[in-house]
């Protein structure tokens, strides 16, 4: 955008994903949001809407396999179908994985971090006991409240520094399962003769969706076969 070019490779199902999790996000904080809510919905007619202008308008027969879900309703044999994104966190294994890899880093860092705190407080109430005792001079309390201060710096910028690691990690680690699910998704759609697959979220501004539409284990499924022949080949 800074240079003038608006081209810059994001894909509009990301859109609808990012926008969709900001809505999600405004309805559990009652927060008024109808203008992302209108965006929402016409993003989603977008994705539509360009995947059926790029059909040559001609009613093809599609070749799918009986045990997926498909449901093609459009003049120009169009097959959408949908799967929960919910459902991939919770039963897709490689993901599972990486969550759990991602809340003990997490809590290792909350550890740490308490560890820091609670070796602060230990010192600053001790030293305190020690001046109301009198057995500190006043260049020992100075000393002792620069090393008060030290310590507490320390642990903000400690806590600072490994957010932004961890947030950092976070992100590249999200990025990378996006890219799979993707390039997973691609295969899997080539293989059931689906023109669109949509990711679909709890919160989203969609009404209905056709439940003949869902094919949520079968992909579920594709994911955790395929992502097993990867780790076996590797």
């Known amino acids: 955008i800074l240079n003038g070019s608006y081209d810059v490779g994001f894909t ?4 609808c994903k990012d926008v969709g999790l900001f809505d999600k996000l405004a309805d559990k904080y009652n927060i008024p949001a109808e203008i992302s809510k ?54 897709f294994e490689y993901l599972k ?17 308490q560890a820091k705190t609670i070796k602060y407080q230990n010192y600053v109430n001790k030293k305190q006991k020690d001046i109301e005792a009198g057995l500190l001079s006043q260049n020992e309390m100075l000393q002792v409240q620069q090393k008060a201060a030290q310590m507490e710096q320390e642990i903000i910028e400690f806590q600072q520094r490994e957010t932004v690691k961890l947030e950092g990690e976070m992100m590249r680690i999200t990025q990378e399962i996006n890219g799979k699910v993707e390039s997973f998704g691609k295969i899997f759609c080539e293989l059931h003769g689906i023109d ?26 594709f994911l955790n076969t395929e992502q097993k022949k990867l780790e076996n080949d590797l």
Do not use: W
């Open 97 to 113: 994985n990486i969550d759990d890899q991602l809340v003990s880093s997490q809590t290792s860092l909350q550890n740490k971090y």
């Open 12 to 15: 509009m199902d990301l859109v």
């Open 196 to 221: 669109v697959l949509f990711q679909y979220s709890t919160g989203q501004q969609i009404n209905y969706i056709n439940p003949n539409m869902d094919v949520t284990t079968d992909f579920i499924n």
């Open 38 to 91: 209108l965006m929402n919905k016409i993003f989603f007619l977008a994705v539509v809407l360009i995947f059926s202008s790029c059909s040559d308008g001609d009613v093809k027969e599609k070749v799918v396999e009986k045990q997926v879900n498909l449901v093609s309703k459009d003049s120009s044999g169009l097959v959408l179908a949908f799967y929960h994104n919910d459902s991939l966190k919770l039963r």
